[in-house]
């Protein structure tokens, strides 16, 4: 059997279930639902194989995409913070960080190709120094601050916030022996490592039930759209 084959087998089955649904049910009469519907089936249509029409959806996804992206970039960045306050309200400093901008397209010519380096510094070393504080603060102070345990966190009838705060700073600890005396060598400190291990691994656990949970619910959302304004089979 030829490769095309099976392809053209599927999409005269989708075609016949469409055709069908138009017949007997509800299905909506816009035209942009129609277009959302068909893009969506074109994308579920890779989990049968690699096909053209996924091909397709997935091209102009990206170009849309693109071209969207490219739109704000021009209309809330280059448009109103560099050149609408250059050439409107006639601020000329800004001369220095468009020309400075504007070196990044030296990468395209070989010979100047070593001042797009100019640009990169810049942005690196701004970037790491409005960062790297933040990550400080949002990460290792206020991780600090929650493993403090309190003796109001023990109240008469309710002490599991001061369970969860122990449990939280054996989980710190170990977890940081982990990544610090976890040699080869066995040390005083391998016990507590091993455990580190296994606060790492319900981490790594709960991460990814997050992000299952979060395309699940992608998932969810896109379908309850083709039953409901495509096809209407849910009420509204």
């Known amino acids: 059997m030829k490769k095309w084959v099976p392809t053209v087998i599927f ?16 299905v909506s009469k816009s035209v942009w639902v129609w277009i959302a519907a068909l893009l969506t089936l074109a994308i579920f249509s890779i989990l049968y194989r690699d ?22 970039i021009w209309h809330l960045a280059l448009w109103q913070i560099a050149l609408r306050p250059l050439f409107v ?20 010519i070989p010979k100047v190709s070593w001042l797009v380096r100019i640009p990169i510094s810049i942005a690196l070393g701004l970037g790491s120094g409005i960062a790297i504080p933040l990550i400080f603060q949002a990460t290792i102070f206020e991780q600090t601050k929650a493993s403090l345990v309190l003796p109001e966190m023990f109240a008469p009838g309710n ?20 990544f610090f005396f976890s ?6 400190l391998s016990p507590v490592s091993k455990v580190g291990i296994i606060f790492i691994m319900l981490g790594f656990g709960a991460t990814f039930g997050l992000t ?18 495509w096809l209407g089979i849910i009420a509204q």
Not at 12 to 25: G, K
């Open 89 to 108: 309200e006639g601020r000329f400093i800004l001369i220095i960080p468009i020309a400075i901008g504007l070196l990044y397209f030296t990468r395209l």
């Open 159 to 178: 002490p599991w916030p001061g369970i969860w705060a122990i449990i939280l700073i054996i989980g710190i600890v170990t977890t940081l022996a982990y």
């Open 183 to 188: 040699r080869k060598e066995k040390s005083v």
């Open 51 to 72: 096909n053209p029409i996924y091909r397709i959806a997935e091209h102009i996804f990206v170009g849309l995409s693109l071209g969207y992206g490219l739109a704000m």
């Open 11 to 26: 999409l005269a089955v989708a075609v016949v279930l469409i055709v069908l649904a138009i017949v007997f049910l509800p």
């Open 212 to 229: 299952v949970m979060s395309r699940v619910s992608l998932l969810i959302g896109r379908v309850q759209f083709l039953l409901r304004e």
